[in-house]
C-alpha cells in the first residue's frame, strides 16, 4: 500500500468516525440521556455501595453512565397518558399518592418490579415496631466497620456487645442508613434475619402489596428482592401514619444511648423543600437512586415515591411542586 492510498484510507476512517458520533450525540439529545443536567448522577465513591450516602453521592460527583433495568433500556420520556403540565424527571417509575386517603395522583410506571435499595428499610421498620418494643434491649452481635469493608454497607456504627433499645436501632436504621442496625433489629426481634424476613413479607400480604418480596431487612441488592414505586409509595403512607416512625424519618438527627456521637440523617430533601416530613433515600448499583419523599403544606401530605432516578431530590421537588398544584383527590 503506497503512501497516498494509506492517507486515503486514514482520512475515511476519521470520517465515519466522525459521522457515528454525530449519530450518536443526536440520538442522545433526542432520547434525553446524552450530556444533560438531569443526567449528572452522583457517584457512589467506593467502597460506598449503599444510598449513596458519600460525600460525592450527597453533594454532587462525576456523571455515571444510565443503567438498564430488568432488561429493559432506561426511557425518562413522558408516556402519552401523561398531563401536558408534567414536569420533567428522570425518574423511571413514579407514584404520587394523596397522604390523606392514599389515592394515586399520578403513576409512571408504577407498578414495575425493581430493586428499591434502602426503602427496604421502611419494610424494616414498620415491622420491628409493630412486633417489638421501643424500650427492649437488643444485644448487638454485628461489627460495623467489617460489614462496611464487607459490603460497602452504611452503617450506624455498632461494636459487638453493645446493647441498645430498640428505639435508637430505629434511628440508627432510618437516619444514617445503618444496615448493621437493620440486622440487629432483625435478630433481636424475630430471632435471625430469615425470621424476620417472613415477617416482612407476611405485612406485604397484609397491605395488599402485588408487586414487592424482600429477602432481607437492608435492602442491599438480591436475587427476588424487589418492589415498586406504587407499593412504596402506599407503605411509606402506612409508616407515616405510625406516630414514632413519622417523627424518626422527620429527624435531621439523634443521640443514641451510647458514648459516641450523635447520628446524622443522610436525607439532603428534609432540609432542601418546603414542608418536607420524610420519608427515605436509597441507592445501590442495581437501583440507582431511589426516593420516597413526604411534604405537608397547608395540612394536605403528599408521597412522591420515585425509582430508578438519576437526580432524586430535583426529581422529588418537581413532583411534588406539580402535585400541590393540583386540586386535592381526597374527598
Not at 413522558?78 to 394523596?98: K, M, N, Q
Not at 459516641?260 to 414542608?275: K, M
Request: glycine share 10%; hydrophobic share 40%.
Amino acid at each position: 500500500m503506497d503512501s497516498h492510498e494509506q492517507a486515503t484510507r486514514g482520512a475515511g476512517a476519521v470520517i465515519v468516525a466522525l459521522a457515528i458520533a454525530v449519530i450518536t450525540i443526536t440520538a442522545g439529545w433526542a432520547s434525553g440521556t446524552a450530556f444533560g443536567d438531569h443526567f449528572a448522577a452522583p457517584a457512589c465513591a467506593a467502597p460506598c455501595r449503599e444510598e449513596g450516602e458519600s460525600r460525592s453521592a450527597l453533594h454532587g460527583g462525576d456523571a455515571t453512565p444510565v443503567a438498564e433495568v430488568a432488561g429493559t433500556s432506561f426511557s425518562p420520556e413522558p408516556t402519552p397518558t401523561e398531563p401536558p403540565d408534567f414536569p420533567y424527571v428522570s425518574a423511571r417509575s413514579i407514584a404520587v399518592v394523596e397522604g390523606g386517603c392514599g389515592a394515586l395522583l399520578f403513576g409512571r410506571d408504577q407498578d414495575r418490579r425493581m430493586p428499591p435499595a434502602s426503602l427496604t428499610k421502611l419494610m424494616t421498620a414498620a415491622v420491628a415496631i409493630e412486633q417489638g418494643d421501643l424500650d427492649m434491649l437488643i444485644t448487638n452481635h454485628v461489627d460495623a466497620a467489617a460489614l462496611h469493608e464487607e459490603t460497602g454497607s452504611t452503617v450506624m456504627g455498632l461494636q459487638p456487645g453493645m446493647e441498645l433499645s430498640l428505639l435508637d436501632l430505629l434511628y440508627g436504621l432510618m437516619l444514617p442508613s445503618g444496615n448493621d442496625a437493620a440486622i440487629t433489629i432483625a435478630e433481636g426481634v424475630a430471632g435471625s434475619e430469615e425470621e424476620f424476613v417472613a415477617l416482612m413479607n407476611a405485612k406485604v400480604e397484609a397491605l395488599g402489596l402485588r408487586n414487592s418480596h424482600f429477602t432481607n431487612p437492608h435492602g442491599l441488592d438480591e436475587d427476588g428482592l424487589y418492589s415498586s414505586a406504587y407499593d412504596m409509595a402506599i407503605l411509606a403512607r402506612y409508616v407515616m401514619q405510625n406516630e414514632t416512625l413519622s417523627t424518626i424519618t422527620a429527624a435531621i438527627s439523634w443521640q443514641p444511648h451510647w458514648d459516641g456521637p450523635p447520628i446524622w440523617n443522610g436525607n439532603r430533601f428534609l432540609t432542601d423543600y418546603e414542608g418536607a416530613d420524610g420519608v427515605k433515600i436509597g441507592y445501590t448499583e442495581e437501583s440507582a437512586q431511589t426516593i420516597v419523599a413526604s411534604a405537608t403544606r397547608g395540612g394536605r401530605r403528599i408521597i412522591a415515591s420515585l425509582m430508578y432516578s438519576q437526580d432524586r431530590y430535583t426529581d422529588a421537588a418537581r413532583t411534588l411542586d406539580w402535585a400541590f398544584a393540583q386540586a386535592s383527590a381526597c374527598p
